[in-house]
């Protein structure tokens, strides 16, 4: 499993296109992920488009992926300003050695959402995405440190240590013309593992719904 960090130039059109459309984003990000007379496979990698960027002020990507990206594949002169090297994960964060009760700082932007009438609807309320992301610890192998559990009833003298930002609506359109849209938050904050194997899954298949459109993906790095 690798991250790539790369970041776009916003002076070049097509990254601009992109970073304006995240569906559009992840249909060039799929050229690093598959020959030009093949189709990139659902669930080749994850991406994020950080709130972040470098000191020139180019936007940051943060990309993950069973395989290197190729981005000579992309193909579009200009539009990746800089990429660093992949990182293999699985060894940096020692995935081989994990362990319940192990801690870890993590971001995961991600569409908070529940299904009512067969619709789905974004959760705009602070205390409703807080349970959303405690219910999908439970489901994925993780707890918030200082809660297991969510009352709405109640009010907690412990916080989710989280914090939940960014809350917005994304947009997209799809090659034949259809719109796509899907409200998404940024949560930053810490986790504890429960299981170890639910995480490990999570970790590589990420959490949520709209991976097309930059969720889902969750990012972690050990609490020292």
């Not at 490990?200 to 609490?223: D, E, N, Q, T, Y």
Request: aromatic residues 6%; charged residues 25%; glycine residues 8%.
């Amino acid at each position: 499993m690798f991250l790539h960090r790369i970041h776009l130039d916003p002076r070049c059109r097509e990254a601009r296109r992109d970073l304006a459309d995240p569906y559009q984003l992840h249909s060039t990000l799929c050229r690093a992920f598959s020959p030009p007379d093949e189709k990139c496979p659902k669930g080749t990698f994850l991406w994020r488009l950080e709130p972040e960027t470098d000191p020139s002020g180019c936007p940051r990507v943060l990309v993950q992926s069973q395989e290197k990206a190729v981005w000579e594949r992309i193909a579009v002169k200009g539009w990746l300003a800089q990429s660093e090297q992949a990182i293999d994960l699985s060894q940096r964060l020692k995935l081989d050695a994990l362990k319940a009760g192990q801690r870890f700082r993590f971001r995961l932007c991600a569409n908070p959402c529940v299904k009512r009438d067969g619709k789905r609807q974004g959760l705009m309320q602070r205390e409703e995405q807080e349970a959303w992301l405690v219910r999908k610890g439970k489901q994925h192998g993780f707890s918030l440190p200082g809660l297991t559990s969510f009352d709405l009833t109640e009010s907690p003298t412990e916080r989710v240590d989280v914090r939940v930002s960014q809350g917005q609506v994304l947009q997209g359109k799809q090659h034949d013309g259809n719109h796509i849209q899907i409200f998404s938050v940024l949560y930053d904050g810490t986790l504890v593992v429960t299981d170890v194997e639910k995480f490990k899954a999570a970790l590589h298949a990420g959490i949520g719904h709209g991976k097309v459109m930059g969720l889902g993906l969750l990012s972690v790095a050990p609490v020292v």
